[in-house]
Nanobody, 122 residues
């Protein structure tokens, strides 16, 4: 599975950005996808996740009500709509895909994109 992010950039506080993550390869094996971010000097944290089957979503408290995760299975693409951006949202955002099943011996296998920089000016 290969993941390629796009859509990052520089935006003023209060603005919006939409990130995209295009998946290729053995995408049929993916169980869930998500967005993570890592700010300078901080650990990588989960921002939002979405499951494949039911499209159940989960958000970090810090982004609830502002960010929306979605996916288009036909296009093998996941999105993160980010509204009302704050300076503290500045980070490198990573796309993540999780594989879990007989193909992995029932062990979790993670795939990561290369990351896209989001900078929010205050």
């Amino acid at each position: 599975v290969q993941l390629v992010e796009s859509g990052g950039g520089l935006v003023q506080a209060g603005g919006s950005l939409r990130l995209s993550c295009a998946a290729s390869g053995s995408t049929f094996s993916i169980n869930a996808m998500g967005w993570y971010r890592q700010a300078p000097g901080k650990q990588r944290e989960s921002v939002a996740t979405i499951t494949r089957g039911t499209s159940s979503t989960n958000y970090a408290d810090s982004v609830k009500g502002r960010f929306t995760i979605s996916r288009d299975n036909a296009k093998n693409t996941m999105y993160l709509q980010m509204n009302s951006l704050k300076h503290e949202d500045t980070a490198v955002y990573y796309c993540n895909a999780v594989e879990f099943g007989p193909s992995t011996g029932w062990a979790r296998k993670d795939y990561w994109g290369q990351g896209t920089q989001v900078t929010v000016s205050s």
